[in-house]
């Protein structure tokens, strides 16, 4: 090959230099140009996204700050509302319970003057029966019916004792 025959090599030198030359004049004016263009639209790409990102990120922060907020009044106000039943639901109970002791009451205070009543007509019967249980028993043993009087305080006297 005569292009790499060693005896002649300064024209090999010569177009060593040519191409060579040539390859960094397209390097610098065609490809490096591009390749700087491609870098820095990727560079402006990545900024972008990364300023997009942040964007998403401080408006997601808001978004949970604000659903936080929000999550915790309703809270609020849901506690509010079952404190406010259980206090209208307490004052219903204690005023039906209220009402329900009166009524009880009044009725246990009938039925105690209802007892006493009875107790009372009870005790003037058997007053009676006693008397008249005892005027037979006396009558039968004796052969004489004692006055009424007597029995009636024989009967309260026996009773007291």
């Not at 010569?14 to 191409?19: F, G, K, Q, V």
């Not at 849901?78 to 004052?91: F, M, P, Y």
């Not at 005023?95 to 107790?119: V, W």
Request: charge should be neutral; avoid cysteine.
């Amino acid at each position: 090959m005569p292009q790499l025959n060693q005896l002649d090599w300064a024209p090999q030198i010569i177009w060593l230099i040519i191409t060579f030359g040539i390859l960094y004049l397209l390097m610098v004016w065609v490809a490096l140009p591009r390749i700087g263009t491609v870098i820095d639209k990727r560079a402006a790409k990545i900024a972008a996204d990364l300023k997009a990102a942040e964007t998403n990120k401080r408006e997601t922060e808001e978004a949970i700050a604000a659903y936080e907020q929000a999550l915790a009044t309703a809270k609020q106000k849901a506690h509010a509302i079952v404190d406010e039943g259980r206090a209208k639901l307490k004052a219903e109970t204690d005023a039906e319970r209220a009402e329900l002791d009166q009524r009880l009451a009044a009725k246990a205070e009938e039925a105690a003057a209802e007892i006493d009543k009875a107790k009372k007509s009870a005790m003037k019967d058997i007053n009676t029966v006693a008397a008249e249980a005892a005027a037979d028993i006396v009558k039968q043993l004796i052969g004489v019916a004692p006055s009424k009087a007597d029995l009636e305080k024989a009967v309260t006297a026996a009773r007291k004792a």
